[in-house]
């Protein structure tokens, strides 16, 4: 007797099955007519109401008429066979569900770096986990251009060149961090240096962070469903110290004099930019600041093939610094490395075969912005955006993960790489990581 009550509220609990819709055709007009009328359901008074409760669920209920002149009836056992008993029905089919013809992104095969097995960061196995909604990627870099990889992805970003010359958008800070094109004159940018289009490195970066996913376009990033923080601080011939200070404290929601504050603090903080020498004390402050307000700081190691610890950001206490490996899953021979690593990431060969790097969303415009497409780019640049759309995903999952629980999670699920010269704990592995944090190891 005692099992009787937890059975009845479980059966009360359970919903009522969900009726079923068919679309009936008529021979004729009069036919329709008469269905129609006959299973048209009573005006809903009390007795109507406490006479539905009894009404056979056999019986069609009529919903609607459609454009060719068929009727769309529900069923509630889901049982067609009720209409052969109509008198002129013709047809019967189900009024079943469409759905969109949802393409892969087509340049997805190209990105080994995702789900190359030996190679790639097992992308799919975190994406069952979560695509990234809820966190945000701020990627101070060169700006941002319009493209459809990352048109809707943004929250307002900032943009902090201060030098109005450098800017090429005719003043200081402004709150619009369009990439103005980074092209270079002979000789501007230093006295042996060759003229250079525009690069577009910050949206390379970006698409490998966030790039849509499902719209039949290009490629996909590593947190497609992520929203990006463009902030611009590199522009002609580099970006100051002084303006990547600022942008670090504003994106990790600190206070910057005469800039409005950020709607919302970056979980993941991109840097794929550095300067040779020491962390500076000012540097490091920003850097401290940002993880102590829950930032995780990510910098490319560099592409000197010299030791990490020779530059800066990557070499600053408490930043994820990202090698870069190649398609083999080794070491990829511009990398810095050594002790300065804390881990890497798939960054391209930079050899003949493009398609051994990763492609991304740039524009086509060799100055300023023109249309945009996809390219190949190699380096450390393109492996930190892995390893900071990874900390989104984790971020996604678990937005309580500390900074140092983040680090730690990335370092201990990382697969072992070839790297003679040090490469930190290894390859990137996304799924294995967001395996941890689901399960939530220590
Ligand atoms: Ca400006
Ligand atoms: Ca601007
Ligand atoms: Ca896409």
Redesign the pocket.
């Known amino acids: 007797m005692r099992y009787l009550v937890p059975c009845f509220l479980l059966l009360a609990a359970m919903p009522a099955p969900a009726a079923t819709r068919f679309i009936v055709r008529f021979a004729d007009q009069a036919s329709a007519e008469a269905a129609r009328v006959a299973s048209t359901p009573p005006a809903p008074s009390a007795r109507a109401r406490r006479a539905a409760r009894l009404v056979d669920p056999g019986q069609p209920r009529h919903v609607a008429t459609l454009a060719t002149g068929a009727q769309l009836f529900d069923v509630d056992d889901g049982n067609p066979a009720h209409f052969v008993r109509l008198p002129g029905v013709v047809s019967v089919e189900e009024d079943r569900m469409a759905r969109p013809f949802a393409l892969p992104?087509p340049?997805?095969p190209r990105q080994w770096s995702l789900h190359d097995a030996r190679a790639g960061i097992d992308a799919n196995v975190a994406w069952a986990r979560t695509r990234g909604a809820g966190a945000l990627v701020a990627v101070l870099d060169s700006g941002i251009t319009a493209h459809?990889?990352l048109d809707g992805q943004q929250v307002p970003g900032y943009d902090f060149v201060s030098d109005a010359d450098r800017a090429r958008d005719g003043d200081g800070r402004d709150a619009d961090p369009r990439d103005e094109g980074d092209w270079e004159d002979p000789g501007e940018c230093g006295r042996r240096r060759a003229a250079a289009p525009s690069t577009w490195h910050g949206t390379h970066v970006a698409g490998l962070a966030v790039?849509?996913?499902?719209?039949?376009?290009?490629?996909?990033?590593v947190a497609?469903e992520a929203k990006l923080m463009p902030v611009r601080v590199l522009a002609a011939c580099g970006g100051r110290l002084s303006d990547i200070i600022d942008a670090i404290a504003w994106a990790s929601g600190g206070h910057v004099p005469g800039v409005p504050a950020a709607s919302r603090r970056a979980d993941a903080i991109n840097l794929s930019l550095g300067l040779e020498g020491a962390c500076g004390a000012a540097l490091g402050d920003a850097i401290a600041q940002a993880r102590a307000r829950g930032s995780v700081v990510v910098a490319a190691a560099g592409n000197e093939s010299v030791a990490a610890t020779t530059f800066a950001p990557g070499n600053c206490p408490g930043v994820v610094a990202v090698g870069a490996l190649d398609r083999r899953a080794g070491q990829a021979w511009y990398s810095n490395h050594g002790a300065g690593v804390t881990l890497a990431a798939p960054g391209g060969a930079l050899a003949r075969q493009r398609i051994d790097d990763l492609i991304s969303a740039v524009d086509q415009g060799s100055r300023t912005p023109w249309r945009s497409v996809f390219r190949y780019m190699a380096g450390t640049s393109m492996a930190a955006p892995l390893v900071s759309g990874t900390v989104a995903l984790m971020r996604s999952l678990d937005p309580d993960l500390g900074v140092d629980e983040v680090a730690r999670h990335l370092v201990d699920n990382a697969r072992p790489a070839r790297c003679p010269k040090g490469c930190g704990a290894g390859l990137l592995d996304a799924g294995a990581t967001l395996d941890a944090v689901a399960q939530g190891r220590p």
């Open positions: 992104d340049l997805y459809p990889e790039a849509r996913r499902g719209n039949q376009l290009g490629i996909v990033g497609p």
